[in-house]
Every structure is written in C-alpha cells, then in structure tokens.
C-alpha cells in the first residue's frame, strides 16, 4: 500500500522559513517521482516541484524558483521541502504525491498518488 506521509506546516511570518518533509513507503522510492504540489484558497492547484531520486531530475515552478529546495533521503525514503523567504501568496495546503514518471509532476498533469496536505500559512 502506498503511504504518503507530510508534515511541517505552521504558521510563520513572511521573510521565515519552514521545512516539509513527506516519509514515503510502498513503492521503490528511488524509481518513483515524489512532488510537492500546493493549493490555495479559491485558486487552482498547481505543481511546485519533483524530484526523482535514481537521478536527482529536478522541477521548480518559476514561483518559487530561487527560494524552495526539494531534496531526498533515499535511506530514509522522505523527500522535503525548504520554504525560504517565504511570502503571504505562499498560504496554502501542501501534498506530497508520486507517480512513475517525471513528466507527469513536471507537466502538472495528475499524480497517481497523494496523501494528505499540510497547511502553511504565511502572515504579512
């Protein structure tokens, strides 16, 4: 059974960082893409960033290009995300998804797997 676990959410003042984690079990963690997606209130959801472990493929959405770091523990089997300098358009719920292939976090389109979100809320 795949279980996607994320945590680290909070409510933090803008310019502060927070750290996600997502601990990820039932698939070969190292094969599989791990995605940050994020949805805010009365907007759509969209893609923030992927990671594939076996090769370090990376994706960054321009938005927080610059100022989010995905990385992976493959002894671990967690992802997370570094939210630095983080800004009040950054308030939303964050999922950890997965999927086989890359370009399916890459191009947005729908993981095959989510867990549950963890809210951020950032206070101007």
């Known amino acids: 059974e795949v279980q996607l676990q994320a945590s680290g959410g909070g409510s933090v003042q803008a310019g502060t960082s927070l750290r996600l984690s997502c601990a990820a079990s039932?698939?070969?963690?190292?094969?599989?893409?791990i995605g940050w997606f994020r949805q805010a209130p009365g907007k759509e959801r969209e893609r923030i960033s992927c990671?594939?472990?076996?090769?370090?493929?990376?994706y960054y959405h321009d938005a927080v290009k610059g100022r989010f770091t995905i990385s992976s523990d493959a002894a671990k089997n967690t992802v997370y995300l570094q939210l630095d300098s983080l800004k009040p358009e950054d308030t939303a719920v964050y999922y950890c998804?997965?999927?086989?292939?890359?370009?399916?976090?890459?191009?947005?389109?729908?993981?095959?797997?989510w867990g549950k979100g963890t809210l951020v809320t950032v206070s101007s």
């Open positions: 990671i594939r472990s076996k090769d370090n493929a990376l």
């Open positions: 039932g698939f070969p963690f190292a094969d599989f893409t």
């Open positions: 998804t997965a999927d086989f292939w890359f370009t399916t976090c890459s191009q947005g389109n729908n993981m095959d797997y």
